[in-house]
């Protein structure tokens, strides 16, 4: 039976579901106060306006931007179960539910539960399974606190009752997480054979763990399509699908999801941000500044939210306002993200015309970064993006002589791949020899471009990108543009400005202008923090020659 109190309006926004405290005096029990929420949670999670979702206890709920949350305990009259929760207003403190339910004490938790979630929520969806013992295994593994013990408790689940979806679903997150590919492989095929008695939401939360194991983009956005139209007010369900179009260059279809987060949850920081992102990515600078002021508002001591702001002007070519945020940002924490707000605001200010005084703002940077390993080669990739290719080369020499055997290698990745650029392919194979001396990995992948560049046998992982440079650089470019189309559908909008640069250089000496001209619209920035900065260090001026030979304002 169920008694209850709710409050005269539906509230909108995510509620946090706590575990129920176990007060009967019987550990043996513990299961009983993580399943029922648990199951809450299921049943509830249909709701148009308010999202349910677990929380490990009030602090967190209050962290992760909850309006509302629900917490209990559980009792114990004779042979059976009593459950009391509140609904708790965490804005104003008011309680703005209570429920009380029962249950024998064998009898499993979804009598109760489904009474609790029915006065939470009146469309609330039947749980996955009525079979008490199912429940009860299940539960047991929720409280469980090493991989086994959960793993033998939800094959017991499994076993009372072999249709149980969220069973099947938990059991490959188990595994997943040990990374135990056999288990998970086999968790998911039994779960497959079972799926079509699954209920709708647990055949579709299983079917996204099921593509996220198997490493199946496709299938996961598939997945989570189906399971947004199931959980309707689950934010993170819309992000995650957000960031899936954005990495498929879907902009208009991510704008949409996010702003949907949105009208769920308006003050989401992280959603905001992420829409700033998808805004200029699909060509609206002001969707994009409109969000990301939004984000700075809610959250005006994060340096992030100018950074943002700083990052979509540059893309869109803005560089002065990408500047003004980019210092602000400084002002606000000098060491955010280890200084690399001053580095941006230089290549901004450089992207102005104003070579001196960008220059000033990059010596501040190498000032910032004291005792930097890297700071010769730093210098030397500002050098060279500058148009200042014969100092990069000396600069290069100079790191090239250190104490440092992979520094060297990493100096001579440099000098190979701008003798190549500048078209002396006689010194860009001997330094690319010494390149490929390099033992760690990272370097190696640059010595490997380099080798490709001159002309020699194309050692590592990144094969296709260094054979497509050497079609480039032998003026093959045709030869090229398959593999380079290849690589550029399968970049991150984020990080693809090498891949763009290359692939519309290839689509230009082809004959596809037009082709070629949309992949250079959006600009990108060259040097960052990472080891990989040389690659786009080293296309940056052709790119921004490729704009001014394919008319792009």
């Given at each position: 039976?169920?008694?209850?109190?709710?409050?005269?309006?539906p509230?909108?926004?995510?509620?946090?579901?706590?575990?129920?405290?176990?007060?009967?005096?019987?550990?043996?029990?513990?299961?009983?106060?993580?399943?029922?929420?648990?199951?809450?949670?299921?049943?509830?999670?249909?709701?148009?306006?308010?999202?349910?979702?677990?929380?490990?206890?009030?602090?967190?709920?209050?962290?992760?931007?909850?309006?509302?949350?629900?917490?209990?305990?559980?009792?114990?009259?004779?042979?059976?179960?009593?459950?009391h929760a509140?609904?708790?207003?965490?804005?104003?403190?008011?309680?703005?539910?209570?429920?009380?339910?029962?249950?024998?004490?064998?009898?499993?938790?979804?009598?109760?539960a489904?009474?609790?979630?029915?006065?939470?929520?009146?469309?609330?969806?039947?749980?996955?399974?009525?079979?008490?013992?199912?429940?009860?295994?299940?539960?047991?593994?929720?409280?469980s606190?090493?991989?086994?013990?959960?793993?033998?408790?939800?094959?017991?689940?499994?076993?009372?009752?072999?249709?149980?979806?969220?069973?099947?679903?938990?059991l490959?997150?188990?595994?997943?997480?040990?990374?135990?590919?056999?288990?998970?492989?086999?968790?998911i095929?039994?779960?497959?054979?079972?799926?079509?008695?699954?209920?709708?939401?647990?055949?579709?939360?299983?079917?996204?763990?099921?593509?996220?194991?198997?490493?199946?983009?496709?299938?996961?956005?598939?997945?989570?399509?189906?399971?947004?139209?199931?959980?309707?007010a689950?934010?993170?369900?819309?992000?995650?699908?957000?960031?899936?179009?954005?990495?498929a260059?879907?902009?208009?279809s991510?704008?949409?999801?996010?702003?949907?987060?949105?009208?769920?949850?308006?003050?989401?920081?992280?959603?905001?941000?992420?829409?700033?992102?998808?805004?200029?990515?699909?060509?609206?600078?002001?969707?994009?500044?409109?969000?990301?002021?939004?984000?700075?508002?809610?959250?005006p001591?994060?340096?992030?939210?100018?950074?943002?702001?700083?990052?979509?002007?540059?893309?869109?070519?803005?560089?002065?306002?990408?500047?003004?945020?980019?210092?602000?940002?400084?002002?606000?924490?000098?060491?955010?993200?280890?200084?690399?707000?001053?580095?941006?605001?230089?290549?901004?200010?450089?992207?102005?015309?104003?070579?001196?005084g960008?220059?000033?703002?990059?010596?501040?940077?190498?000032?910032?970064?004291?005792?930097?390993?890297?700071?010769?080669?730093?210098?030397?990739?500002?050098?060279?993006?500058?148009?200042?290719?014969?100092?990069?080369?000396?600069?290069?020499?100079?790191?090239?002589?250190?104490?440092?055997?992979?520094?060297?290698?990493?100096a001579?990745?440099?000098?190979?791949?701008?003798?190549?650029?500048?078209?002396?392919?006689?010194?860009?194979?001997?330094?690319?020899?010494?390149?490929?001396?390099?033992?760690?990995?990272?370097?190696?992948?640059?010595?490997?471009?380099?080798?490709?560049e001159?002309?020699?046998a194309?050692?590592?992982?990144?094969?296709?990108?260094g054979?497509?440079?050497?079609?480039?650089?032998?003026?093959?470019?045709?030869?090229?543009?398959?593999?380079?189309?290849?690589?550029?559908?399968?970049?991150?909008?984020?990080?693809?400005?090498?891949?763009?640069?290359?692939?519309?250089?290839?689509?230009?000496?082809?004959?596809?202008?037009?082709?070629?001209?949309?992949?250079?619209?959006?600009?990108?920035?060259?040097?960052?923090?990472?080891?990989?900065?040389?690659?786009?260090?080293?296309?940056?001026?052709?790119?921004?020659?490729?704009?001014?030979?394919?008319?792009?304002?």
């Open positions: 039976m169920a008694a209850c109190r709710r409050a005269e309006k509230a909108v926004g995510r509620l946090a579901v706590l575990p129920f405290e176990n007060l009967t005096g019987d550990a043996s029990l513990d299961w009983a106060g993580a399943a029922l929420p648990a199951v809450i949670i299921e049943q509830a999670s249909g709701s148009t306006h308010r999202f349910p979702y677990p929380a490990s206890d009030l602090r967190a709920a209050r962290l992760s931007g909850a309006l509302h949350a629900l917490e209990g305990y559980v009792t114990r009259r004779g042979a059976r179960l009593v459950y509140v609904l708790e207003n965490l804005a104003t403190g008011r309680m703005d539910g209570v429920f009380d339910a029962e249950s024998e004490l064998h009898a499993g938790v979804a009598e109760a489904d009474s609790v979630a029915r006065a939470l929520e009146p469309t609330a969806r039947p749980f996955g399974t009525r079979n008490a013992a199912a429940i009860e295994f299940w539960g047991r593994a929720i409280v606190v090493d991989a086994e013990s959960k793993a033998r408790e939800l094959e017991q689940a499994i076993a009372a009752d072999p249709n149980f979806g969220a069973a099947y679903t938990d490959v997150e188990v595994w997943l997480a040990r990374a135990d590919a056999a288990r998970w492989a086999d968790a095929q039994r779960g497959e054979q079972r799926a079509g008695q699954f209920n709708e939401f647990e055949r579709a939360r299983f079917q996204v763990a099921a593509a996220g194991a198997r490493n199946d983009a496709n299938a996961r956005r598939e997945a989570l399509l189906a399971l947004s139209r199931l959980v309707p689950d934010i993170e369900t819309l992000r995650v699908l957000g960031q899936y179009e954005v990495a260059r879907r902009f208009p991510a704008v949409e999801l996010y702003r949907r987060a949105l009208s769920i949850e308006p003050a989401n920081a992280a959603v905001l941000n992420e829409l700033g992102y998808a805004e200029v990515y699909n060509g609206n600078l002001e969707g994009a500044r409109q969000a990301l002021e939004r984000y700075r508002a809610i959250q001591d994060d340096p992030n939210a100018l950074d943002s702001l700083g990052e979509a002007h540059f893309t869109a070519g803005r560089f002065a306002e990408a500047e003004k945020y980019f210092l602000e940002g400084q002002r606000m924490a000098p060491r955010f993200q280890g200084g690399v707000d001053l580095l941006k605001g230089a290549q901004a200010r450089f992207l102005q015309g104003n070579l001196s960008a220059d000033e703002l990059y010596s501040q940077f190498e000032k910032s970064r004291g005792g930097d390993p890297v700071a010769g080669l730093r210098r030397a990739q500002w050098l060279f993006l500058t148009g200042r290719a014969a100092q990069a080369m000396a600069a290069a020499e100079a790191a090239s002589k250190g104490p440092n055997p992979e520094m060297n290698a990493y001579f990745c440099h000098l190979a791949l701008w003798s190549m650029d500048l078209g002396d392919r006689a010194k860009a194979s001997g330094y690319a020899a010494q390149a490929a001396q390099a033992r760690s990995p990272a370097i190696r992948r640059l010595a490997a471009l380099s080798v490709a001159a002309g020699g194309v050692p590592g992982p990144v094969g296709d990108l054979r497509a440079m050497a079609e480039l650089y032998a003026r093959n470019a045709a030869a090229a543009v398959p593999t380079l189309a290849l690589l550029y559908e399968r970049s991150q909008p984020t990080i693809d400005g090498e891949v763009r640069t290359l692939y519309a250089w290839a689509l230009a000496d082809s004959g596809k202008r037009e082709e070629a001209k949309l992949l250079v619209t959006r600009y990108f920035q060259p040097l960052g923090l990472q080891e990989d900065s040389l690659l786009a260090a080293t296309l940056f001026p052709r790119f921004l020659a490729l704009r001014k030979s394919l008319g792009v304002n």
